[in-house]
């Protein structure tokens, strides 16, 4: 019923593909030739028959487990063993002497052959070479065994290449902790806080004093305790702190994280607890910045050193709302005179050691940025002169202040503006070095130009013999 349609289509089918290779034949051979033109002028760029085969024999050898090693290795002279079980024994091993391998044969069997082949004089003569071999192995076999003795210097080397233990010596862990805590930065951290404590226009309360100073002591030893244990492989590429007490394994990553928590959480406690929350508040905020934007900002862009900076004004402020339960004008004066004091003290200490930096993957100013490293020192250097010149202005000290503090302002901007102009080494330092007793000396005018506080008391006195 449906073959007589289904043979129409199908031969309607078969006339237009017969139709379409008819067209297609005279352009088929064309590219046929043409590809044959491009073989005959390039013949090595086209992949061929031998390509092929090739590669199919390379798969073969790497598929199949027997043709993983064709050749055996050449056998090396056994060297002396020396037993590791007990360090403090020597053992003595012997040295196995190379023996060639040469299979000896029973007399029966050598002198049967020799009789049969007696007429081949090249035989006889490998014959020869055998037994000589045979002998000379037994001689050796005879001779006095070669006995290694390790000295002691080769000894404590080889101990040394070995992985042990980490043994921690209970008389070093004050010095590992004061490492570990960066003591000397925790000191200058703890006199800024006091600076500001002293600074706050209150009552002096010492065990006030000492309860702050020491909950910012602790909050600054965590700091940097978390700091070291986040930068171990950056800080061996270092020749700074290549001798950290985590680079040199004195102390287990564990045991410095330990410290740090033992540190930190009664120091935050004692901030918030025993002064006030804002200041426990301000001393956690410190050790986030410090450690979990600081720290991995170093690596990624130079903006670390505004967050750094920023890290450094929080102590004063600390110290004044310890003192004080509120944050003022005079507390963010002193945060920004420790911000603008950072940059030249940490640009130009990061200008000699940009080398160590770049080693380990720092982004510093220094290292990315040279111009904008002078220019961001020698700036800030003068916003030191206007910040002093504002102290008064804000009821903090008296017009005193700005006029004794302008010399020494004045010198380490002297220097801020050699180091930008030069760039060298030796301008580097010299700010370095005046940046070191700027600071403790712009705190002692500050402190003895302090405005003298008004009791609520003593101000109503007047107004009362003024209304008598």
Same mark, same amino acid.
């Given at each position: 019923m449906f073959k007589t349609p289904c043979s129409? *289509? #199908? $031969? !309607?089918?078969g006339v237009s593909v017969k139709r379409k290779l008819v067209q297609n034949v005279p352009r088929c051979n064309q590219t046929a030739r043409s590809l044959i033109q491009l073989y005959r002028r390039d013949p090595a760029n086209w992949l061929t028959y031998q390509h092929l085969n090739f590669l199919k024999r390379q798969y073969v050898t790497k598929n199949k487990s027997e043709l993983h090693q064709r050749a055996v290795p050449k056998?090396? +002279?056994?060297?002396?063993?020396l037993d590791e079980r007990e360090d403090g024994v020597e053992r003595q091993v012997q040295r196995i002497s190379t023996i060639d391998p040469v299979v000896s044969q029973p007399e029966d069997v050598t002198s049967k052959a020799q009789a049969e082949i007696s007429d081949s004089t090249p035989v006889a003569e490998d014959v020869a070479a055998q037994n000589a071999s045979v002998s000379s192995v037994v001689s050796k076999r005879d001779e006095t065994p070669y006995v290694h003795v390790e000295s002691e210097e080769a000894k404590e080397a080889r101990l040394d290449r070995q992985w042990k233990e980490i043994k921690v010596n209970v008389?070093?862990? +004050?010095?590992?902790?004061a490492r570990l805590a960066k003591v000397k930065l925790t000191a200058l951290v703890v006199t800024t806080a006091a600076a500001g404590f002293a600074m706050a226009p209150v009552p002096f309360d010492p065990l006030l004093f000492f309860v702050s100073c020491l909950g910012t002591g602790l909050a600054s030893c965590t700091a940097n305790s978390i700091n070291q244990y986040f930068e171990v492989p950056f800080d061996s590429n270092m020749n700074r702190t290549k001798n950290r007490p985590l680079v040199r394994g004195q102390i287990s990553p564990l045991h410095a994280v330990s410290f740090a928590l033992a540190c930190g959480v009664p120091g935050v406690a004692l901030l918030t607890l025993a002064v006030n929350p804002l200041t426990g508040f301000l001393g956690a905020l410190n050790i986030f910045l410090y450690t979990c934007c600081y720290t991995p900002l170093k690596r990624l862009s130079i903006s670390n050193t505004w967050v750094g900076a920023i890290v450094g004004a929080i102590p004063p402020v600390m110290g004044w709302t310890a003192a004080t339960g509120c944050l003022e004008p005079g507390a963010l004066l002193l945060g920004g005179l420790l911000y603008s004091w950072q940059f030249p003290?940490?640009?130009?200490? #990061?200008?000699? *050691?940009?080398?160590?930096? #770049?080693? $380990? $993957?720092?982004?510093?100013m220094s290292v990315t940025h040279p111009g904008m490293c002078q220019r961001v020192a020698l700036r800030h250097s003068v916003g030191l002169i206007g910040l002093s010149a504002l102290a008064p202005v804000l009821d903090v000290t008296t017009w005193t202040f700005p006029l004794i503090s302008l010399p020494i302002n004045l010198y380490i901007s002297? !220097?801020?503006?050699?180091?930008?102009?030069? $760039?060298?080494?030796?301008?580097a330092r010299k700010l370095f070095f005046c940046s070191l007793w700027h !600071? +403790?000396?712009l705190l002692l005018l500050a402190l003895t130009c302090k405005k003298p506080r008004r009791d609520p008391e003593d101000a109503a006195l007047p107004s009362a013999s003024s209304a008598s």
């Open positions: 129409r *289509l #199908s $031969g !309607l089918i056998q090396a +002279p056994a060297l002396t063993i008389t070093d862990l +004050p010095d590992i902790y003290h940490f640009n130009a200490l #990061s200008w000699n *050691l940009k080398e160590d930096y #770049s080693r $380990g $993957g720092y982004r510093m002297y !220097l801020a503006f050699r180091f930008y102009h030069k $760039g060298d080494r030796n301008n !600071l +403790p000396m």
